[in-house]
């Protein structure tokens, strides 16, 4: 309570809450004090690049416009998009064990300004993630025509805000002392659930398509070819509804937990 009570002291909130640049910088530097996260979104994503991108003869076999290896590159890269931002938006969880939500009660901060400051932060992280698998990819043996490696880089990111959201809005659902080991086996199972670790198929395709990963892994993907439009248009549409309802469940539940203060 004394540091956070301190954070507020020096640093000014939004005068009418909104979007404000100081509590943005606040934010990230709070982020990158957290080694939990750092390992997270920075280390995990491009070991299991090397785990599973490099075996046997990947980088001689294609997929699509890529090789094997660049198509996992691009696959473990928009799954470190989803543990950096799931993780950057479920640092909430921890704040309000801290008592931070009590913080904010007192100042004219918005539940649209705090969630939108959130999810640029966790983008953030998301952004770095992405870049590092890509660097290990490209110094690995992964191939991507030149223009898929900007495509599939920029969405492999910017997708990833579903997860931004997603964190937020599990933050204020589960207790501060464990939520990444919970969310952490939660984004492996969905990741498989959604076609992003193996590609879907049959009848577990339909299925798939209702998961928040399908979106993702369908559009960060889509450069690398044989993805139909009628893919597209659904991935688009999964990811819309899928953003939406994690924004609105993020909001609200910062009402609710604001208003209990």
């Not at 709070?30 to 995990?44: D, E, G, H, K, S």
Request: proline content about 4%; glycine content about 10%.
């Amino acid at each position: 309570m004394t540091t956070t009570g301190s954070l507020v002291r020096s640093r000014s909130l939004p005068a009418h809450g909104g979007f404000n640049a100081g509590f943005l910088a606040l934010e990230m530097r709070r982020m990158l004090r957290n080694r939990r996260t750092i390992v997270f979104a920075l280390v995990v994503p491009p070991i299991f690049f090397l785990i599973f991108g490099l075996q046997g003869d990947l980088k001689t076999e294609s997929a699509g416009s890529a090789n094997v290896t660049g198509y996992v590159m691009v696959s473990m890269a928009l799954y470190g998009a989803m543990l950096a931002t799931t993780s950057g938006g479920a640092m909430v969880s921890i704040e309000r064990g801290l008592g931070w939500s009590r913080q904010l009660r007192l100042t004219p901060l918005t539940p649209t300004a705090y969630i939108a400051i959130k999810v640029v932060v966790a983008m953030a992280l998301g952004l770095v993630s992405v870049a590092v698998v890509f660097a290990v990819g490209a110094a690995t043996g992964a191939t991507l025509p030149a223009a898929a490696w900007v495509e599939c880089f920029v969405l492999a990111w910017i997708t990833s805000i579903v997860f931004a959201a997603f964190g937020l809005f599990m933050g204020y659902l589960l207790p501060s002392e464990n939520v990444m080991q919970i969310l952490g086996p939660g984004l492996a199972v969905l990741a498989f659930a959604g076609g992003l670790f193996v590609p879907a198929s049959g009848w577990f395709e339909t299925v798939a398509k209702f998961v928040p990963t399908y979106g993702v892994a369908t559009l960060a993907r889509s450069p690398l070819g044989d993805t139909s439009w009628s893919s597209l248009i659904e991935a688009l549409v999964n990811v819309a509804v899928w953003t939406a309802i994690f924004v609105v469940g993020a909001m609200t539940m910062f009402r609710k937990d604001t208003a209990r203060v």
